[in-house]
């Protein structure tokens, strides 16, 4: 198997009146015809990555290939075999769905009966044919992703990059984006996936690399890195500090991993989530301990930094805004948005 | 079945080696964008509604209030007005530029455009293009009530028509100067906002609606030989004649002094705003 991206010690320092190594000598592969997910928090260097291998942004150091051509070197060359599919949905609002699928095709100076066909196309298969003529202004969140992702793929590109595909979509059009995507490595396309859940990365990535300040901090597929930290969290929150505290020394005992006492809350990691937690519970009973809530869920990319790196993913402070730029003052209000709308899927990473 | 359809069959898109193919493409490139930026001049309809109904209060409002107050010589007021009336309209027009810049540049669209296969140049050349389309149209809407409010060009079609070419290829000079002005605003709002301050006293304190020999002295040096007067005096001359303009010089003297400016604003500003467009991350 041949590697279709190759990221050897990149590094990219944004100067302004802060200065922001965005990229810290990343290196990473991607094998050709599989999916290669970069998991990581806000501000980590996801994007940065993305925006290097697809010739946006010129690294400072290092080197990226793409199909074994160097991105600086060779950038119209890679230009031509890649597809990019942002987080932003970066469609024109004044044009309809067919007339941007149109342009990226003429864009990519493919001949016009091939880019009316494939527009036919790509708008049957992302369920867009009924809006196809409709202008954006009218499109849903979920549509418009569909659609940058159909304009991604107008050239039929070899390798696809995905930036944050389903950031800020419904449960409902975040799933049906990934069964477009899944279908779309069926077809023995490279992708290289950037995303804040592990849910996502778990489910459609058969390699991860984990990324924290400009630097890769783990590698792997998903389930080793499951196996690393467990497949399930067991939360308890009890009346009292004491109690947490007796709590956590009871738990210590259960799992494989040591438990994690904040105040009235205790956090652990478990392999086996329903045997650990009906010893725990008969091990609290016994001891006369009585929580307020028990529960068992599925890890977060937050218990995997914990776990990692010890520390959370970080929150980005609100004094800190002078620093960033447009693009990230538009990611960081669409997610304050959209934290209003699903407070479940991501106060605890935005 | 669906994964066969999706299976990479052309391998990406063609990529070019040879100048003429490069050539080629930035024309198609070009021409592509113009397409998609004056679809959304269609598309939003009252903007330009908007755009020509302030140059048309302007006529209405000098043309009928202030006019009478304002002397001459030569010609009657209306015959000197609407020459300064159309390069305030193209010169507000070309403002557009750093509006659409800046808001491809907000939206994202110009991310998409930079990972694409196309020619680099075709983002500023569609979108000052573009411009320069949507200012032939506001043109001409305005000679339309420029002939129903009275104005009479003197000097035959072709000098007219040679009047708007010099005035049209000024505004296109300017698209590239507001081409810079979008590229380095953080969004479309602010890119208005700071166009504003830069045309506002070009277009009044100038040769435009009174003659610059009614401002004090000191002011006059500037007002007769800033760009936009020797634009409009050019204009001025072309339609009705150089002794409207009051200065005594020739139609050549302004004709050649506007090409000058026109010139010399594009030979700077393209480079610049080619270079601020590569640097602007």
Redesign the interface.
């Known amino acids: 198997m041949s590697i279709a991206i190759e990221v050897d010690n990149v590094q990219k320092t944004f100067r302004g009146k802060r200065e922001v190594r965005a990229l810290d000598g990343v290196s990473f592969a991607v094998t050709e015809g599989t999916v290669f997910g970069l998991l990581g928090p806000n501000g980590s260097g996801k994007t940065t990555a993305v925006r290097v291998l697809t010739t946006i942004l010129r690294p400072d150091g290092g080197s990226a290939h793409v199909l074994g051509n160097d991105v600086t070197k060779k950038s119209a060359l890679v230009r031509s075999l890649i597809g990019l599919a942002g987080q932003y949905a970066a469609v024109d609002e004044n044009l309809t769905g067919r007339e941007n699928l149109q342009m990226v095709g003429k864009l990519n100076h493919l001949p016009s009966s091939f880019v009316a066909t494939r527009a036919i196309e790509l708008l049957d298969q992302f369920n867009l044919t009924d809006a196809g003529d409709r202008p954006l202004k009218t499109y849903s969140g979920g549509m418009r992703r569909r659609l940058d992702l159909a304009a991604a793929l107008v050239a039929r590109p070899t390798v696809l990059f995905l930036d944050e595909p389903t950031t800020g979509l419904d449960p409902q059009s975040r799933n049906d984006l990934w069964e477009v995507i899944e279908r779309l490595v069926g077809g023995g396309t490279t992708v290289l996936l950037t995303t804040q859940y592990l849910e996502e990365a778990d489910r459609l990535a058969s390699t991860l690399a984990v990324i924290d300040h400009g630097k890769v901090i783990a590698e792997g597929t998903p389930q080793s890195m499951k196996a690393n930290f467990g497949a399930t969290v067991l939360e308890v929150s009890l009346p009292t500090i004491d109690d947490a505290q007796r709590t956590g020394a009871i738990l210590d005992g259960l799992g494989s991993h040591a438990s994690v006492v904040n105040g009235t809350q205790v956090e652990v990691t478990v392999d086996n989530g329903p045997q650990v937690a009906m010893a725990a519970l008969r091990n609290l009973d016994a001891d006369g301990i009585a929580p307020q809530t028990f529960n068992l869920r599925e890890p977060s990319l937050d218990d995997v930094f914990l776990s990692l790196t010890g520390h959370r993913t970080e929150v980005e402070e609100a004094d800190e805004d002078d620093n960033l730029t447009p693009r990230q003052k538009r990611k960081k209000k669409r997610l304050a948005d959209l934290e209003k709308a699903l407070p479940i899927q991501t106060g605890e990473y935005a | 079945m669906?994964?066969?359809?999706?299976?990479?069959?052309?391998?990406?898109?063609?990529?070019?080696t040879g100048v003429f193919t490069n050539l080629k493409?930035l024309v198609?490139?070009t021409l592509?964008?113009t397409k998609?930026n004056l679809?959304?001049v269609t598309?939003?309809p009252e903007a330009l509604f908007f755009s020509t109904v302030q140059p048309i209060m302007f006529v209405l409002l000098f043309r009928y209030v202030f006019g009478g107050a304002i002397h001459t010589g030569p010609v009657p007021y209306v015959d000197y007005l609407l020459p300064g009336i159309f390069v305030q309209t193209v010169a507000f027009g070309s403002v557009s530029t750093s509006i659409g810049l800046a808001e491809d540049?907000?939206?994202?669209?110009i991310?998409?455009?930079?990972?694409?296969?196309?020619s680099r140049g075709?983002v500023l050349l569609g979108r000052t293009t573009a411009d320069l389309v949507r200012n032939v149209f506001v043109v001409i809407i305005m000679t339309v009530v420029g002939l129903l409010v009275g104005f009479r060009p003197s000097e035959g079609f072709a000098s007219f028509m040679a009047g708007i070419g010099l005035i049209l290829l000024f505004a296109y000079a300017l698209s590239w100067f507001f081409a810079i002005v979008g590229l380095s605003a953080?969004?479309s709002e602010t890119a208005q906002v700071m166009s504003f301050p830069l045309v506002f006293p070009l277009t009044f304190i100038s040769a435009a609606f009174v003659p610059v020999g009614s401002m004090p002295s000191w002011l006059q040096g500037f007002a007769t030989y800033q760009p936009f007067s020797v634009t409009i005096s050019a204009c001025r001359s072309l339609m009705v004649g150089a002794a409207s303009t009051g200065t005594g010089r020739s139609t050549t003297f302004w004709v050649v002094q506007s090409l000058a400016w026109t010139i010399g604003l594009l030979i700077i500003f393209i480079p610049l705003a080619i270079r601020r467009y590569r640097t602007r991350?």
Do not use: C, Y
């Open positions: 669906t994964t066969a359809t999706l299976a990479p069959t052309v391998s990406g898109a063609p990529h070019s493409w198609s490139d592509t964008l998609r679809l959304a598309r939003i540049l907000q939206k994202g669209i991310e998409r455009f930079r990972a694409l296969p196309m075709a953080p969004n991350t």
